[in-house]
């Protein structure tokens, strides 16, 4: 079965191959992504109708891309899959229109996908590829989200941000310091260079003794602290506040996932989402999950931001556990917000 997955939640054009052979993983056999961060640096964060337009120049000269470089003729394909949410309203819409007229024109079944099940089950695509059951932390754009995570279609929400997630804080704070977008990967670049005991930034619902998040008083201490050096900062101290920030943020999460894994019993811990990118959390993560005996999962480096994989990767996994789980016809809608924990199989 060969399910081809387009991406279209946000600013980033994904389209992608996989091949899954009875209940095996399935396998990657080719990806190509488009990212609209340049367009969208002017203007210092996304802007939705850029973005729709964007995605609509891209979507096919990808399609066919993908389909050279694995040497599959479009009429191999069993299965077009889409990012149904949650997302931009525009940008899903295009993914969507892109799918269902390519699955109709082949009298091929289109599936709509959540966005962040794709993020959730990318690790599997990856050399070293987690079993269930798991416990994952997903902190991909707005989500910051630990789970329990029994099967495909099968998620317990155990803890989540009551307000801004991890990524927003990352990226917030980046503009706070004048850095360019996207800021995330900014700011962790800027904290190479920084002392992360310089300021003494908080760390919200560390110790609340449940694992929901908060970032949105660390984000407010950020600009407080920036506002206090000035109109002309040191490039070592823009440095320092990067590193502060940085380290605030990656403590909460690994102290969450500590309590989380002591709390869960579980022995895999699953990262995914962009902020899974990050160096450091990468290194906390993996020194925690060395102390308490964890099994550590991330997904490879170039499947953590949006991507085609993920989806043709989600797709193909819930067909192999219900073979009639596409979706009925080629009329479609879009949920640019959809919560994770409605999804059932079946």
């Not at 590193?243 to 943020?249: K, L, V």
């Amino acid at each position: 079965m060969k399910v081809l997955g387009i991406e279209s939640s946000c600013d980033e054009t994904g389209v992608a191959l996989v091949e899954a052979v009875g209940a095996a993983t399935p396998r990657l056999l080719a990806n190509a992504l488009h990212s609209q961060a340049q367009m969208h640096r002017d203007y210092g964060g996304v802007v939705p109708e850029l973005a729709s337009r964007d995605h609509i120049r891209r979507v096919v000269p990808l399609a066919d891309q993908v389909l050279h470089e694995a040497g599959v003729d479009r009429h191999a394909i069993d299965v077009i899959a889409f990012t149904r949410g949650p997302g931009l309203a525009g940008a899903l819409l295009v993914g969507a229109g892109m799918a269902c007229a390519l699955a109709a024109a082949l009298g091929r079944p289109a599936m709509g996908v959540h966005h962040l099940e794709g993020h959730l089950l990318s690790p599997f695509l990856s050399a070293d590829p987690p079993l269930f059951p798991f416990l994952a932390l997903l902190v991909s754009g707005g989500h910051t989200q630990l789970m329990r995570v029994r099967d495909v279609g099968h998620y317990e929400l155990l803890g989540e941000t009551i307000d801004d997630a991890a990524g927003e804080a990352f990226d917030k704070s980046a503009k706070t310091l004048g850095l360019p977008y996207p800021g995330g990967p900014e700011l962790a670049r800027l904290a190479e260079q920084g002392d992360a005991r310089a300021f003494a930034l908080p760390r919200p619902l560390l110790h609340s003794g449940d694992l929901d998040f908060s970032f949105a008083g660390l984000k407010t201490a950020v600009w407080t602290q920036r506002r206090k050096l000035g109109d002309s900062p040191s490039p070592r101290q823009l440095a320092d506040l990067a590193a502060s920030t940085q380290a605030a943020i990656v403590d909460v999460l690994v102290a969450k996932c500590e309590r989380a894994i002591e709390r869960s019993g579980l022995s895999r811990l699953v990262v995914a989402g962009g902020v899974g990118a990050n160096r450091v959390l990468r290194e906390r993560l993996t020194q925690a999950c060395r102390r308490s005996g964890t099994q550590l999962h991330f997904p490879e480096l170039a499947l953590c931001t949006d991507n085609g994989a993920m989806i043709a990767l989600a797709a193909a996994m819930r067909l192999q556990r219900d073979a009639n789980a596409c979706d009925a016809g080629y009329a479609f809608d879009v949920r640019p917000r959809w919560p994770l924990e409605e999804l059932r199989l079946g």
